[in-house]
Each structure stands twice: as C-alpha cells, then as structure tokens.
C-alpha cells in the first residue's frame, strides 16, 4: 500500500477543474431538482449542471436545448417491455433516432432539455436507467451476447453483473466519485465477443486446477490492453475483488491530470504488483495465482446470421449499419421478439440478436422489417463499428458514421467476399471511441492534405488488430491519408487479401502474416500494386 499513497501524494498537489466542479453539491442534489430544472428552462440551466452534474445522470448537452440520453443496458440484455419503451420515447422525443453503441447499449439523441424528466421517468418505469452512463463513474457492464446461451458458455455472468451493479448504481457514495470513468467486462464463454481486454477492469473466464473462475485484468483504455493482474478469482469472489479494485481506484486514482486519471496511469506508476497486493490486502476473498485462460474460438457468423446455441435455440443478427437504428424499427423488432417468445441481446459491434428456437427463424427472417436489414448481412457490414462522428459529437474530425456505410458498401460492391470476416472499425478522432485500434482494419479521422497541397478531411489507417484470444494493438499503415482516396486504397488491401490468402485462411491470419513478413514500406508498395 505504500507505493499507493507514495503515488497519490505526488499527484495531490492541486485538481482539476472537474474535481473542483464537484465540491459546489452533489449529483444527487442535481437529480432531486430535475424536475425543477427543466421546468425553469434550458436558458437557465447553470453551467457546471451542463458541464458535469447531468451526464452523471447520463444526459449531455448538444447545445441549443437539445440532449443526448445515454441508457444503461447491462450486458446488453434488453427485455421485449423495455424495447417497446425505449421505441415508443424515441418515437415521441427523440427524432425516431437510436445509435447501438459499443458498450451494448442505447443512445436516444435530440431530446429536447423541458423532456429529460419524462423520459427518464418512463425509462425507469420498465426497469432501465441512465445513472452513471457518463463522466466520473461505472459505464455499462459488458459481456458476451450469448452470455449463458451457447455451447461454449461455462459461467452466465448476467447474476453476477447484477452484483457488481448492487455496490454502485444509484448508490450516493458512488455517483461522481471516481477520478474518471471506470469500464468493466465479465466473459463467462471461450468466445470473446466482448472485446474482452479492452477495459478498466476484465473478467476472464479462466480455470485454476479443477476450478472455473476468472482471470483478472487490470488498466486498459483506449490505444491499451489490459494486462494480466497475477490474480485467479472464483466466481463467488468476483463482487469483492471488484469492491477493493474500485475502492482503492477512488482512494488513490490521480485528480490532478484529467488526461491521466483512468486506472491505467496509477497502475503504470505503481506497478501491478504492488496494485494487486493491494487488492489482496484489501479483499475479504481468498484469492489464488493466475490460472490457464480458456478462451479458444474467434467469434464467426456464419454468412446466413444465424448463430447456433444451446437447446435447438438460435441468435440471429440484425446488422445494422453503424449503429444507426430508430425508435420505430426497435418497435418492429420488438413485436416479432415477442411473438416468437424470444431475447434481445445487443452486441458491442452496434448490432443486436434475436435469440429464439430455431423453429422460429424462418418466420422472422420473412418479416418486412428483418428483410430491411438483411441487406447488410456482408461481411464488411458484419463486423462494423463507428462512433458518432461530426454530426453528433464535437471531438469527431470526420462524419464517420456515413464514411463507414459508403465503404462498405462500395467494397461489397467491388470486392464481394463470402465466408469471409473482417472488422473494420471507426473513430472519427483520435479518442478512439470506435475502437479502431483492435480492428482488422482501423481508421482514425484526421486532418490531411490533397494533391494540390490543400487541408481535407481524411484517416490514418491501421492494419494488424487482434481482440479474439489475445489482445494486440493494430499499426498504422497509412498516416493522413484523403477521406476521398480512402476506399480505394481499402480495395486494393482486400483484392490483395481475396487473390493471396491461402485456403481457408481468415482475414486476421492473412495480415497478421504480411506484417510479419514486411515492413510497413513494403507492405505499402504491395497494396498499391493492386
């Protein structure tokens, strides 16, 4: 623990603006008066509830009245009721507009600031709420979509997530309290469709002799993985492993640098040994040294969507393009969920499942609304994430959201590929919101130059991610290169990949090979030979 508080006084010396933002109330006095507040209008809404207090409730202002709402969907399991609600506010508040986001939940956005109050009332009406979805506090707790489900699902993790919710959500001492936002995953499955490693803090699915429990992971962020805490935990412990981690995360985390106040950066100055003995030191669990890992399988779905489970039950997806969906296609979606007595489950690649008996998949797929989406049913839409973009977000460099689907579209269209997968994820600034750094292929929207010397849009594209068994940060191919130019240079990546590869051989394995073999010149000189 030394090394602890040695780290935490070095870093007390003075706050920042938020930290001090925090000592004028509390959150919880903010949400006792929100009623009040929206009814006394937007134009006199205070400056550090804007800024801070509402986005402790996940509501952010977008300026001139409107908001966007963040919905905590834990584990991305949304019932048939809360659809329809969700749907119904979208429909009547918020433009019919909803994004999917990649920590398998939902964004309403265009709310105008006299509806916050009710549509947080009717949101909590059906059980789901927006508190904590943003700035200095616990973000929705993922895991894999086919949590307790498939075939390869040795622990259902949805119990213990609604666990580890128990300690903080709605809980006073927690809301606002931590030097910065804290992710978390819980993986019961040998598949990591969760980008598993990509968190504050990862639960692995692991097993130590004859036991199954996790491994710990510690301290990824943007542009990091995590990395191996040392630590084995049983399944039983896990709420008082994450206890003492986010105890000691609040107590000694840096308040000074917002830049460098995640986990992360206490972990990188103390070291995790001396993290992880405070872990041990603190916990009431008895916790033993790491175990052997079991995640084995690369996430595939089939080319038909349909992803087989346990019990004649399937899941089959509803791509959707970007994330970008509406109040009245959930509406739809969530009528034939019911009629078929199936589940909702969202995806962190902006997508959702339908999962029902297999008997049922037939009739679904003919519905008006399944056959609007299934034109995406592709490969270069499959594994697809953006970030919001220009359009909604004041860090985005690009559109992003639109770049996305028109490159997928045009690549479906040049270089169509079956049975084929490959991620292609986008940020739309370097924030990395669309985690391209673990893509197949990532783009990061930047600022560059066209052939005649003048400033335009464009991307830094990486190659080379890995987020299945191992984790492994993609490198950039391609720096500042035209947004124009962009979908051009993509073909020839994957006209290089569909008349290269050899048999079977997955995009992932293909690149990973090329990297190993070439420098990023000649692999450069290369693709531009196509």
């Known amino acids: 623990m030394q090394k602890l508080h040695e780290a935490y006084a070095a870093h007390s010396k003075k706050v920042n603006k ?118 200095d506090n616990f973000r929705n707790i993922v895991t894999s979509s086919y949590d307790g489900l ?26 606002g309290a931590l030097p910065r936002k804290f992710n978390a995953a819980i993986l019961g499955t040998q598949t990591n469709d969760c980008n598993i490693f990509g968190h504050d803090c990862c639960f692995i699915l692991a097993k130590k002799g004859e036991i199954l429990g996790f491994n710990l992971y510690l301290g990824g962020r943007v542009g990091i993985q995590a990395q ?74 089939p080319q038909d969507g349909v992803f087989q489970l346990r019990e004649e039950k399937v899941a089959l997806l509803w791509n959707i393009p970007s994330g970008i969906f509406s109040g009245s296609d959930l509406l739809e979606a969530a009528k034939i969920t019911l009629e078929c007595h199936g589940l909702l489950r969202l995806s962190v690649e902006q997508s959702f499942y339908i999962v029902a008996h297999e008997t049922q998949i037939a009739t679904i797929k003919k519905s008006a609304i399944y056959q609007k989406y299934a034109v995406y049913q592709n490969p270069y839409f499959v594994h697809q994430i953006a970030c919001a973009g220009t359009a909604t977000c004041s860090f985005g460099v690009i559109p992003n959201k639109p770049d996305a689907i028109e490159m997928a579209e045009y690549l479906h269209k040049e270089v169509p590929l079956k049975d084929a997968k490959v991620r292609m994820y986008w940020s739309a600034c370097p924030k990395g919101c669309g985690i391209h750094g673990i893509a197949d292929i990532g783009f990061e929207g930047c600022k560059a130059k066209d052939a005649n010397g003048e ?76």
Request: with cysteine.
């Open 228 to 301: 191996n805490s040392g630590i084995f935990v049983e399944q039983e412990n896990v709420k008082e492993v994450f206890l003492s981690v986010i105890s000691l995360f609040k107590e000694f985390g840096f308040r000074d640098n917002r830049n460098k106040n995640r986990l992360h950066f206490l972990i990188e100055e103390v070291g995790m040994d001396a993290f992880a003995k405070a872990i041990i030191q603190t916990t009431k669990a008895k916790l033993q040294s790491s175990g052997e890992l079991l995640l084995a399988h690369e996430h595939q779905i």
């Open 150 to 175: 498939s075939e390869d699902s040795f622990i259902t993790c949805m119990p213990i997530i609604e666990q580890l919710q128990g300690i903080f959500l709605k809980k006073e001492e927690w809301i």
């Open 18 to 135: 938020i930290e001090q933002m925090k000592e004028l109330k509390t959150p919880s006095f903010v949400y006792a008066n929100l009623k009040k507040i929206c009814e006394e209008g937007y134009e006199n809404l205070k400056d550090e509830d804007s800024k801070y207090f509402l986005k402790c409730f996940g509501l952010f202002d977008k300026g001139e009245g409107e908001f966007m709402i963040r919905v905590r969907v834990p584990a991305g399991q949304l019932s048939v009721e809360q659809a329809l609600a969700v749907g119904t506010i979208s429909r009547e508040y918020g433009n019919d507009y909803i994004d999917i986001t990649t920590r398998q939940q939902i964004e309403l956005r265009f709310i105008k600031f006299e509806n916050l109050y009710k549509v947080i009332v009717g949101l909590d009406a059906v059980g789901i709420t927006t508190f904590q979805t943003g700035v």
């Open 455 to 530: 400033t335009c849009l464009g991307v830094h594209i990486l190659l080379g991610g890995k987020a299945s068994k191992e984790a492994q940060e993609a490198r950039i191919i391609y720096k500042a290169l035209p947004l124009s130019e962009a979908k051009y240079t993509v073909k020839k990546i994957m006209l290089m990949y569909k008349h290269e590869r050899e048999a079977g051989e997955s995009f992932e394995s293909f690149e990973t090979r090329l990297l190993h073999e070439l420098s990023n010149e000649a692999l450069v000189q290369k693709i531009e030979m196509y």
